[in-house]
Nanobody
Framework: QVLFRDSGGGAVQAGDSLRLSCTAS????????MAWFRQAPGKGREFVAG??????????NYADSVKDRFTISKDQAKNKMHLDMNNLLPEDTAVYYC??????????????????WGQGTQVTVSS
């Protein structure tokens, strides 16, 4: 059974940093794409950052709104994926979810392509 668990959210001030973590059990980190999505109140689920696999290496992609502020990484030895968020802005306030594809290493920005999801962790940034 595959289980994802998000952690690391919290309430911070604008300009602060947070590290989100996703711990996966029953999951092979090497060959399947993983990503972070977020959902703000009244909005749809939005792609934030992701790691794909192919051509013998990892590829990463970021939403324009978080590029140069957020960094995604994975620690295969510990079965963890991280999202380091720096210079947080009030518009980053949302519930953040980690997600994994079950059949492909190709990174997708479409939430419907992902099979496994964490329970979500709340990030609140005040100005």
């Amino acid at each position: 059974q595959v289980l994802f668990r998000d952690s690391g959210g919290g309430a911070v001030q604008a300009g602060d940093s947070l590290r989100l973590s996703c711990t996966a059990s029953g999951w092979t980190f090497s060959y399947y794409a993983m990503a972070w999505f977020r959902q703000a109140p009244g909005k749809g689920r939005e792609f934030v950052a992701g790691i794909g696999w192919g051509n013998g290496g990892d590829t990463t992609n970021y939403a324009d709104s978080v590029k140069d502020r957020f960094t995604i990484s994975k620690d295969q030895a510990k079965n963890k994926m991280h999202l380091d968020m720096n210079n947080l802005l009030p518009e980053d306030t949302a519930v953040y979810y980690c997600a994994g594809r079950s059949t492909s290493g190709v990174l997708s920005l479409n939430a419907e392509r992902y099979t496994y999801w964490g329970q979500g962790t709340q990030v609140t940034v005040s100005s």
